[in-house]
Nanobody, 126 residues
Framework: QVQLVESGGGLVQAGGSLRLSCAAS????????MGWFRQAPGKEREFVAS????????VPADSVKGRFTISRDNAKNTVYLQMNSLEPEDTAVYYC???????????????????WGQGTQVTVSS
């Protein structure tokens, strides 16, 4: 079992930055890949970024490429999402997700993740 707790959301003006954190507990953190997803009101949940078990491989969604960076610190059991140049379209609830232990590679679809956090709200004002 893996438990995930996100933090770092809030209200920011367009062009600003936020860093989200996701603390994991339970099964060995370095044995699985992690991801971030988001869901805006009235829209389906969408992929944001994923990172492999070691951090050596990352993949961002096209919509955030060049603005958002995913990283992880296995010593702290934490994954991060650095968000720069935020736009009003980035407003959403952001979810941290973990693949099942042993699933070490990046993944872009939510069905490939077995564990989810409760989400943190990010609001970008224009």
């Amino acid at each position: 079992q893996v438990q995930l707790v996100e933090s770092g959301g809030g209200l920011v003006q367009a062009g600003g930055s936020l860093r989200l954190s996701c603390a994991a507990s339970g099964r060995a953190f370095s044995t699985y890949a992690m991801g971030w997803f988001r869901q805006a009101p009235g829209k389906e949940r969408e992929f944001v970024a994923s990172i492999s078990w070691s951090g050596g491989s990352t993949v961002p969604a096209d919509s955030v490429k060049g603005r958002f960076t995913i990283s992880r610190d296995n010593a702290k059991n934490t994954v991060y999402l650095q968000m720069n140049s935020l736009e009003p379209e980035d407003t959403a609830v952001y979810y941290c997700a973990a693949r099942h232990p042993g699933r070490t590679s990046v993944a872009r679809t939510d069905r490939e993740y077995g564990y989810w956090g409760q989400g943190t709200q990010v609001t970008v004002s224009s």
